[in-house]
């Protein structure tokens, strides 16, 4: 079986690697320069083992740096956010793909142009060649060639704008809860700098305001000056699960293609995490070739992670607007069991399932309740 995968982000990287230790034919397209792609670069590290063959510990990382939370009111709070790892995404899908040659793929350094669905099977056109493939892992994020040439609509977007700042030595984690629709704001320390960012819905919040929010938020914390700190500035989209990623999922099937990571539309509707998902839907997809049974590969999607994103989306506005979103901070400073759920929620170790159960718990526990200290 010839597998070609397009894309060497997390979701093609761990394609890639994972068919090449179990033996396939695959070979691994990406730009002869991919830069940088735009990200906050944040990882959980408990989804890192399962990448078999992929040697994390030389790569320059900020682990569980100590991190703030704060409210539209200015209210503020420390907590403990451990099991987050935060890379320069260019050292980590470096890395990643080097792992999947080491491993036997096959590295095409140039960006795929063409596919087209053959007599022979699938033609992939890159640098004036033309190979062809049994099966295709589309791995190129969002607006990709894949996406596009399967006819499949952008659907589910969130924006991210913001930027990957260097030149300054940042060693916090920053988010805040502007209160502006399901937006969100920002600093995570990164080696050599900072990427600072704003989450949003397009439709919910105008670019403009969300310039102007994510301006006054690194004014106040960044009063030295951010605007003329070199970096890439960025506006980018955040393909978000819902109703729309399993029907294309089950479309592009139907000819043969397995989407992950982006261009499937998987990152988490609330926090806007999509590595995660990036790697775990190119593992699957690699277990399902592996197997001989991709047809299985979306309903894994669906039982992986239907539940829980249908939950992170019924969660976002009460998070963002509703009781979450105006207690959090405040509710945070009393109760220990509160930051404690906060903490274990924004390292991804709490999951959707059970969040509000759990945060009830913890506030009406009063032996859990605290003085409070300053972040
Ligand atoms: C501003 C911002 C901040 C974010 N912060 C975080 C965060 O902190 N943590 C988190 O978990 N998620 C974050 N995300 C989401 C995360 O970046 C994505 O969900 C994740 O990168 C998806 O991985 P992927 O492999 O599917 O796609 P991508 O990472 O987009 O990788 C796609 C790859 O395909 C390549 N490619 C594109 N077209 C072609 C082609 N024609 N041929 C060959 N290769 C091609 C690209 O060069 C790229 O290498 C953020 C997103 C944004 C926009």
Redesign the pocket.
């Known amino acids: 079986m010839r597998i070609a995968v397009?894309?060497?982000?997390?979701?093609?990287?761990s394609a890639a690697l994972a068919l090449a230790r179990g033996g396939a034919a695959v070979d691994l397209?990406?730009?002869a320069r991919?830069?940088e792609?735009?990200?906050?670069?944040?990882?959980p590290e408990h989804v890192l083992p399962r990448l078999a063959g992929f040697d994390l510990s030389p790569l320059p990382a900020v682990i569980s740096p100590a991190a703030v939370l704060e409210n539209a009111g200015g209210g503020r709070i420390g907590v403990d956010l451990q099991g987050i790892r935060?890379f320069r995404?260019r050292d980590f899908?470096r890395a990643l793909a080097e792992a999947a040659v080491a491993a036997g793929a096959v590295l095409r350094p140039?960006?795929?142009?063409r596919l087209e669905w053959g007599s022979g099977g699938l033609e992939v056109s890159?640098a004036g060649e033309t190979r062809i493939y049994d099966w295709i892992v589309g791995?190129?994020?969002?607006r990709?060639?894949t996406r596009r040439s399967l006819g499949l609509a952008s659907r589910g977007d969130s924006?991210?704008?913001?930027g990957s700042l260097s030149g300054l030595a940042w060693d916090r984690l920053v988010l805040a809860f502007p209160g502006l629709a399901d937006s969100y704001l920002w600093i995570?320390p990164r080696p050599g700098g900072a990427?600072v960012?704003i989450?949003y819905t397009a439709g919910r919040l105008t670019d403009a305001a969300a310039r102007a929010a994510l301006g006054s938020f690194l004014d106040r914390h960044l009063p030295g000056g951010w605007r003329d700190l070199p970096g890439p500035r960025?506006r980018?989209?955040?393909?978000v699960f819902g109703e729309w990623t399993l029907p294309s999922v089950r479309r592009a099937l139907v000819r043969r293609v397995l989407l992950?990571?982006?261009?499937a539309a998987?990152?988490d509707p609330l926090t806007?995490?999509?590595?995660?998902?990036?790697l775990l839907s190119?593992l699957w997809a690699a277990e399902g070739l592996l197997a001989g049974d991709p047809e299985r590969y979306p309903d894994v999607l669906a039982a992986e992670l239907a539940a829980e994103m249908e939950r992170a989306g019924n969660a976002r506005d009460l998070f963002f607007e509703g009781s979450i979103g105006q207690w959090m901070v405040p509710a945070a400073r009393l109760h220990s069991g509160v930051r404690r759920v906060l903490g274990d929620l924004l390292a991804c170790r709490q999951p959707y399932t059970g969040l509000r159960r759990r945060l009830l718990r913890s506030l009406f526990n009063p032996s859990r309740i605290r003085t409070p200290s300053a972040p």
């Not at 140039?110 to 142009?113: H, N």
């Not at 992950?260 to 261009?263: H, L, N, R, V």
């Open positions: 397009i894309g060497g982000g997390p979701a093609g990287g397209y990406l730009p991919p830069g792609k735009p990200c906050g670069g944040a990882v935060i995404r899908d140039a960006r795929a142009e890159a791995a190129d994020g969002a990709g060639l924006l991210g704008l913001g995570f990427s960012g989450a960025y980018y989209p955040i393909p992950t990571g982006d261009a998987l990152a806007r995490e999509g590595i995660r998902y990036g190119g």
